[in-house]
């Protein structure tokens, strides 16, 4: 299930779960460190143009983050669980 969206909350999380570092972020996603520390800056959804959006979110999930869409419980990330 995709997501058009993710929360500046949902991206800390995920690096958080990743253990990555805003420079981290910023070298997997091809995004400069400063903006990604001025969009973790905001709350709400991540802004930025939808090119850099989506190189954040691209980054995250090739390193294993799963999005989890707003159903009641509240939007979320996990880790994708390991294949066998």
Same mark, same amino acid.
């Given at each position: 299930?995709?997501?058009?969206?993710? &929360?500046? =909350?949902?991206?800390?999380?995920? =690096? &958080? /779960?990743? #253990?990555?570092?805003?420079?981290? /972020?910023?070298?997997?996603?091809?995004?400069?460190?400063? $903006?990604?520390? %001025?969009? +973790?800056? !905001?709350?709400?959804? /991540?802004?930025? %143009?939808? +090119? $850099?959006?989506? @190189?954040? %979110? @691209?980054? /995250? !999930?090739? #390193? *294993?983050? !799963?999005?989890?869409?707003?159903?009641? *419980?509240?939007?979320?990330? =996990?880790? =994708?669980?390991?294949? %066998?």
């Amino acid at each position: 299930m995709s997501i058009p969206k993710v &929360s500046i =909350r949902q991206v800390k999380a995920a =690096r &958080s /779960l990743l #253990a990555w570092s805003q420079n981290d /972020l910023a070298k997997a996603s091809g995004i400069s460190e400063p $903006t990604i520390k %001025r969009l +973790e800056s !905001e709350d709400g959804e /991540l802004g930025g %143009r939808a +090119e $850099t959006s989506d @190189a954040i %979110r @691209a980054a /995250l !999930e090739s #390193a *294993g983050v !799963e999005f989890i869409a707003e159903n009641g *419980g509240g939007p979320g990330v =996990r880790l =994708r669980k390991a294949k %066998r």
